[in-house]
């Protein structure tokens, strides 16, 4: 049984990065076929698809975002990365990963963490 988690902090300041970390059981980050994937939700919004990370490492970015996110993983932990830098409060929103079979997916996506509320204020 595949399971996501999402951990990071509720709360960031304007202009500062927001790091956000995805723990991944009963599959393989580095071995399944799928992209492990970085998805918001802003209040009142639809689902916003930010970049994802395959199993051989490359990363794969939302054009829109490119220029502030990273994504990274660690293979020892089984664990993928998200880092959002200069955040307004319009970065305010859910954060879920996911394991999907595409690029670009949200609602194709087989497997979701919880998602966790982040909120850019001063």
């Known amino acids: 049984q595949v399971q996501l988690q999402e951990s990071g902090p509720g709360l960031v300041k304007p202009s500062q990065t927001l790091s956000l970390t995805c723990t991944v059981s009963g599959a393989s980050i580095t071995t399944n076929l799928d992209y492990w994937t970085w998805i918001r939700q802003p209040p009142g919004k639809g689902l916003e698809w930010m970049g994802a990370?395959?199993?051989?490492?490359?990363?794969y970015y939302s054009p829109s975002l490119k220029k502030r996110t990273s994504i990274s993983r660690d293979t020892s932990t089984n664990q993928f990365t998200l880092e959002l830098s200069s955040v307004t409060p319009e970065d305010t929103a859910v954060y879920y990963c996911?394991?999907?079979?595409?690029?670009?997916?949200?609602?194709?996506?087989?497997?979701w963490g919880q998602g966790t509320q982040v909120t850019v204020s001063s």
């Open positions: 990370i395959d199993y051989s490492g490359s990363i």
């Open positions: 996911a394991k999907c079979p595409g690029l670009d997916a949200t609602t194709t996506c087989a497997h």
